[in-house]
Nanobody, 111 residues
Framework: QVQLVESGGGLVQPGGSLRLSCAAS????????MGWYRQAPGKERELVAD??????YYADSVKGRFTISRDNAKNMLYLQMNSLKPEDTAVYYC??????WGQGTQVTVSS
């Protein structure tokens, strides 16, 4: 069984930064895809970024501002978010293999 726990969300002003973390436990394969989705109120859940052992993918809306990384030795996944915009406001979820999900962490970008 796999468990994922996100942390690091909060309230930040436009232009600010946050770093999300996702702690994974259980049977995690270092090459298995992990990533972040987000869901804003009244909107569909959307993929933000994914990472494998060799590649990273970013949604166009976050390219150049967000950086995804993982520490396989610690079973940790991160999302560094810079130059945050109000439209980045959402609940952010980490996933493993698009099968296991965390409970989400709220990110609010507002002045």
């Amino acid at each position: 069984q796999v468990q994922l726990v996100e942390s690091g969300g909060g309230l930040v002003q436009p232009g600010g930064s946050l770093r999300l973390s996702c702690a994974a436990s259980g049977s995690i394969f270092s090459g298995g895809v992990m990533g972040w989705y987000r869901q804003a109120p009244g909107k569909e859940r959307e993929l933000v970024a994914d990472i494998t052992s060799t590649d990273a993918y970013y949604a166009d809306s976050v390219k150049g501002r967000f950086t995804i990384s993982r520490d396989n030795a610690k079973n940790m996944l991160y999302l560094q978010m810079n130059s945050l915009k109000p439209e980045d406001t959402a609940v952010y979820y980490c996933h493993y293999l698009n099968r296991y999900w965390g409970q989400g962490t709220q990110v609010t970008v507002s002045s």
